[in-house]
């Protein structure tokens, strides 16, 4: 039987990274090149193209311990080297919740 990643065609349009939420506390987290998990985006390893992605992503959700709910998101890459998130979703995630604390009362 076939596994759904080995199905799944991934196309990546530019620089990608693997993130997820780490198990005992749910924060967003990101694939090193090191295999580990880092809350930290600048730590993240980036991919350029498919095969890489698929590569870093099967290796990210066999590591179900650490995290869940893997998948590739987008980045941008400054002229400097910084690491951004590369669309609105990410950019909340990293951020956190986009309501204010009093609406939460």
Same mark, same amino acid.
């Given at each position: 039987?076939? @596994?759904?990643?080995?199905?799944?065609?991934?196309? %990546?349009?530019?620089?990608?990274?693997?993130?997820?939420? #780490?198990?005992? /506390?749910? %924060?967003?987290?990101? &694939?090193?090149?090191?295999?580990?998990?880092?809350? !930290?985006? @600048?730590?993240?390893?980036?991919? #350029?193209?498919? !095969?890489?992605?698929?590569?870093?992503?099967?290796?990210?959700?066999? /590591? !179900?311990?650490?995290?869940?709910?893997?998948?590739?998101?987008?980045?941008?890459?400054?002229? !400097?080297?910084?690491?951004?998130?590369?669309?609105? &979703?990410?950019?909340? #995630? &990293?951020?956190?919740?986009? %309501?204010?604390?009093?609406?939460?009362?």
């Amino acid at each position: 039987m076939t @596994s759904p990643l080995e199905q799944k065609k991934i196309k %990546i349009a530019g620089p990608s990274v693997v993130t997820a939420n #780490r198990t005992w /506390d749910g %924060i967003v987290v990101y &694939r090193t090149a090191a295999k580990s998990w880092s809350a !930290d985006l @600048s730590e993240a390893a980036i991919v #350029r193209n498919s !095969d890489e992605a698929k590569t870093l992503l099967a290796e990210s959700v066999a /590591d !179900d311990v650490g995290a869940v709910g893997a998948y590739i998101a987008p980045v941008q890459v400054g002229a !400097d080297g910084k690491i951004e998130p590369g669309n609105l &979703r990410e950019q909340i #995630r &990293r951020t956190g919740v986009t %309501i204010g604390q009093s609406a939460q009362a």
